[in-house]
């Protein structure tokens, strides 16, 4: 396609593929549309907010090879009649899209594989964010087409230029983790009385009441003079009180006069009346939290994260891994080429809750169970490569107190001898939290269990710390490498002969 044409979608669901050869990462993204904007942050879909709330448009995540491709899943049948375009962008990470290599989006349909459009921008420099194409409503038909325009203010730009409310802090490493001192408390000086208090011990002076002379009358000019503080008037001259009679109708009040105060009435409740009550000012609705579009990367230098500091204390938290292979024609997870030519990678844990129960997850053991014990769960066992989002290990935080530790770790299990020359990209996906990565590689001898993470509760808050280790099998037992994690990292489980897959 060339800049600014547009094709016909006739299909009722569709991937939408940003792939590219060699550059910088680069993250997939989608804006749902009314008249040019987003209704609101939740119609922006990408790495920190990988659903909407209607189901039509997902983020899949990478598949990495030769090719690397960030995927959307559109349902154009789902999509709310509310909404136009949306708007399928990009954003480089570390890097611009000058950079890139073979750089296209590809709309794809999802059940047929068949491609229905491809754009391949050349004209591509300094920008950080880039608006590939978009899918467009017209007369009750979809149409895609090939934008081009690119920003050099990133993916905050381009969110903001939408209407997205952006939170742009960065978080391209783990914080550091702040020491248990206690901070100084403020001293405790009370603040200044609004009356003034006399000195312990002082007595005012008494007040003498003004009487006027005796035998005379005194009587006050009217709107002119008002008796001094503490004149008691003859008796029977004032009302209740001490105050002065009102001034007959029609009389202007004298100068200084004070209404005096109404008694006190009982309520008496009106039948079928509801009775007053007091005016309470109602509170402005909160705003809306900033998008967060920041990652947090676990190094060797800063291997650690509180996931409770970072606001994740509840919901699904995914965990993915991205892989590759120097010259390798395998995806995610590798696609068989026929016999052992592909990779069979395994994501695995192993579990300990504060209970003392423990065990494995794996598709070789238990696929886990996420809304009872152990509150972790696999999805499936990807043995081709032919799912866009691989194995993805699910964990319930809303059970956060109930867990003690986690191992997470990827098994081989057949197509290769052993983890060198493989790159590894964890991903924890918390809810109300930045995306945390972690990278792996550097295997040099023939270890075919890789640690990823172990995720420790301590002192109710859930830390997790980048492992990056691999593990020999036990010598003469290549398939035995869970029970060479288990020994590395004191798990005590029990083992059994497995009959493996089928």
Request: some cysteine.
């Amino acid at each position: 396609m060339m800049k600014g044409s547009n094709v016909p979608v006739a299909a009722s669901a569709v991937r939408v593929e940003l792939g590219w050869q060699s550059g910088p990462d680069a993250d997939a993204s989608a804006l749902l549309l009314v008249n040019g904007r987003v209704r609101s942050d939740a119609d922006f879909v990408f790495y920190n907010q990988p659903a909407h709330a209607s189901g039509a448009v997902r983020h899949e995540g990478k598949r990495q090879g030769p090719q690397v491709v960030d995927a959307l899943s559109v349902q154009l049948a789902q999509v709310e009649p509310q909404i136009e375009t949306i708007v399928i962008a990009a954003s480089a990470d570390g890097g611009t899209f000058a950079q890139f290599r073979g750089l296209h989006v590809r709309v794809v349909d999802a059940q047929s594989g068949a491609e229905l459009a491809r754009f391949d921008p050349t004209d591509a420099s300094s920008e950080t964010a880039y608006v590939l194409g978009e899918l467009y409503r017209r007369q009750g038909a979809w149409k895609f087409r090939a934008v081009g325009q690119g920003y050099a203010s990133g993916l905050a730009g381009l969110a903001t230029d939408f209407g997205i409310t952006v939170d742009d802090a960065p978080a391209q490493s783990a914080p550091p983790q702040p020491s248990h001192t206690a901070p100084p408390q403020p001293s405790h000086t009370a603040p200044p009385q609004p009356n003034y208090a006399p000195p312990q011990g002082y007595t005012p002076p008494p007040q003498q009441p003004f009487a006027p002379p005796q035998g005379q009358q005194y009587q006050t000019p009217p709107g002119q003079y008002a008796p001094p503080p503490g004149y008691a008037p003859p008796p029977g001259q004032y009302n209740q009180g001490g105050y002065p009679p009102p001034p007959p109708p029609g009389y202007p009040p004298q100068q200084g006069y004070q209404q005096p105060p109404m008694p006190p009435q009982p309520y008496q409740q009106i039948p079928n009346q509801v009775p007053p009550q007091p005016f309470q000012q109602t509170p402005p609705p909160a705003a809306n939290p900033p998008v967060n579009l920041g990652k947090i990367s676990l190094t060797k230098e800063a291997p650690s994260v509180s996931l409770t500091k970072q606001g994740a204390t509840g919901g699904i938290m995914r965990v993915n891994l991205n892989w590759s292979v120097p010259g390798a024609s395998h995806g995610l997870f590798g696609r068989k080429r026929g016999g052992n030519g592909g990779l069979d990678l395994d994501l695995c844990c192993f579990w300990e809750l504060s209970d003392g129960t423990k065990g494995s997850i794996s598709p070789l053991d238990t696929f886990g169970n996420l809304h009872r014990a152990p509150f972790i769960e696999l999805d499936q066992d990807d043995r081709t490569g032919a799912s866009a989002g691989g194995e993805n290990l699910s964990i319930n935080l809303d059970h956060t107190a109930k867990f003690k530790r986690i191992l997470v770790f990827a098994s081989l299990y057949e197509g290769a001898q052993d983890f060198r020359g493989v790159h590894a990209t964890a991903t924890l996906y918390p809810r109300n939290s930045p995306p945390i990565e972690m990278e792996v590689s550097g295997c040099v001898d023939d270890s075919r269990e890789m640690v990823l993470a172990l995720i420790e509760n301590i002192n109710g808050e859930l830390v997790v710390r980048r492992e990056g280790v691999f593990v020999r099998p036990p010598d003469g037992h290549r398939y035995w490498g869970k029970l060479a994690v288990d020994q590395a990292y004191r798990w005590d489980l029990k083992w059994g002969t497995s009959k493996g897959k089928s």
